[in-house]
C-alpha cells in the first residue's frame, strides 16, 4: 500500500541524515548537515531514475538500441 512507497522515501534522508550526524569526528552545523542531507537524497533518486530508466531500456528495447 502507501505505507510501503512512503516508508524507503522517509528512510534514505533520515539515514543519510544520521551518517552526516555521526560519522564526522568534529561536529557539523546543523544548517549543514541539512542542507547536505537534501541534495545527496535529491542526487541518489536522480541517479536511481535514471540507472532505472536505463535498465528498463536495455530490458524492454534491446540491447540494439544502445548502438548508433
Known amino acids: 500500500g502507501a505505507l510501503q512507497e512512503v516508508v524507503p522515501l522517509l528512510l534514505l534522508p533520515l539515514s543519510i541524515f544520521l551518517i552526516y550526524r555521526f560519522v564526522p569526528r568534529r561536529r557539523l552545523d546543523w544548517r549543514a548537515i541539512l542542507a547536505g542531507t537534501g541534495l545527496a537524497t535529491l542526487l541518489f533518486l ?4 535514471y540507472i532505472l530508466s536505463l535498465i528498463h531500456s536495455f530490458i524492454i528495447l534491446g540491447f540494439n538500441s544502445f548502438q548508433h
Not at 536522480?46 to 531514475?49: F, N, S, V
Open 46 to 49: 536522480l541517479a536511481q531514475a
